[in-house]
């Protein structure tokens, strides 16, 4: 899907990348909403282009905060190689699911999230 970058994307990885290093969190709440709701992706395709902009995001912020002298290196490695397997399950697990359960499933975790933050 060939999409000219506009003023919206920019607002997106803008606001992405700000709530990424300042919350850790950002391709999911940002990006993935924009990408369906405004510039038309299937709810697939917006999930897997989130996570491609994500790697560029979190390695720019994992720069600054390994800078900072903030990152436990242990651990965010124990961390990430386990990710690695949920993440191949996930992506799976995604193709698996049609557009409208991949939704729900989205809603559903952005949700849950929010309820136990605030809890």
């Known amino acids: 899907m060939a999409v000219r970058l506009d003023w919206r994307l920019v607002a997106a990885g803008i606001g992405a990348g700000l709530l990424s290093g300042l919350l850790g969190v950002g391709g999911g709440i940002v990006i993935v909403p924009l990408l369906v709701g405004t510039l038309r992706f299937d709810q697939h395709s917006a999930h897997a282009t989130s996570l491609a902009a994500i790697v ?64």
Not at 70 to 85: E, K, P, Q, S, W
């Open 56 to 119: 560029l995001i979190a390695l720019s912020a994992g720069v600054a905060f390994a800078v900072a002298g903030d990152v436990d290196y242990r651990l965010g490695g124990a961390i990430g190689l386990a990710g690695l397997v949920g993440s191949t399950a996930g992506a799976q697990l995604m193709h698996r699911l049609s557009p409208r359960r991949l939704k729900l499933v989205f809603a559903f975790v952005l949700l849950a999230s929010g309820v136990r933050l605030l809890l």
